[in-house]
């Protein structure tokens, strides 16, 4: 898989795609991860690639003619499955997206910033936005390595048991169960006996039960989809 994040800010996303996991399906070659500076295809002298918007509203906003030629050079060496944009106003982002996503071959992810972009580039290059919760973050750049990072994760071969990514919180709609490692007592605190029995089937009937009655209580609403 390989995935093309167009920013204005790439420090930001050095550091959360280059460690753990992210890092390892790199270097395994099982994707691939370029990060493009928007500024670069700024035909502006001081390389600007924001705006007063003719609103009038307080805010800068991005303008249409770097990203859309960064967005080009990338559509000419390949063909794209997805090119979505970051946005607080996106379709709300969930496993069954990340699920969706993973599949892919190429994507591109456009980080937003500022006040937005001009909406042209909205209706012209995006074929999909998304957010990652009902709250504003700074800019996409944040949105983008969560993306990454639940879509990466996914791709087999990229986690070693690859049953793993599947067994996840939200894969079937449910949270995990609680998980324990020794010492067997802590402070008096005993580890369930059911899992030090060995007895797999009844250990396995447990984490069924804990992870619905987690989810009933924390998540109610994963129950009633
Ligand atoms: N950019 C700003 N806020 C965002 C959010 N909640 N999700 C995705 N992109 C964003």
Request: with cysteine; proline share 4%; aromatic share 6%.
């Amino acid at each position: 898989m390989r995935i093309d994040i167009l920013t204005v800010l790439p420090e930001l996303l050095e550091s959360p795609l280059n460690h753990s996991i992210i890092k390892r399906a790199k270097e395994k070659k099982i994707v691939d991860i370029h990060i493009h500076n928007i500024r670069d295809f700024s035909k502006d002298k001081h390389k600007r690639v924001d705006d007063y918007a003719y609103s009038g509203e307080a805010g800068m906003v991005m303008t249409i003619e770097p990203i859309a030629l960064a967005i080009e050079s990338l559509t000419k060496q390949r063909k794209y499955d997805e090119i979505i944009y970051t946005s607080p106003d996106g379709e709300r982002y969930n496993q069954k997206t990340a699920n969706t996503l993973s599949i892919k071959k190429n994507i591109i992810i456009l980080c937003g910033h500022y006040k937005g972009i001009d909406q042209r580039v909205r209706e012209h290059y995006i074929n999909r936005e998304i957010s990652i919760g009902d709250y504003v973050l700074t800019g996409g750049e944040l949105a983008a390595a969560v993306i990454c990072d639940s879509i990466v994760r996914l791709i087999p071969g990229v986690i070693s048991d690859e049953t793993s990514a599947l067994t996840d919180s939200f894969q079937d709609n449910l949270l995990s169960p609680p998980v324990y490692t020794r010492p067997e007592v802590y402070n008096g605190w005993r580890v369930p006996d059911i899992l030090l029995s060995g007895n797999i089937k009844e250990i396995e009937k447990w984490r069924f039960e804990q992870a619905i009655e987690r989810t009933k209580k924390l998540r109610p609403d994963l129950l009633e989809e």
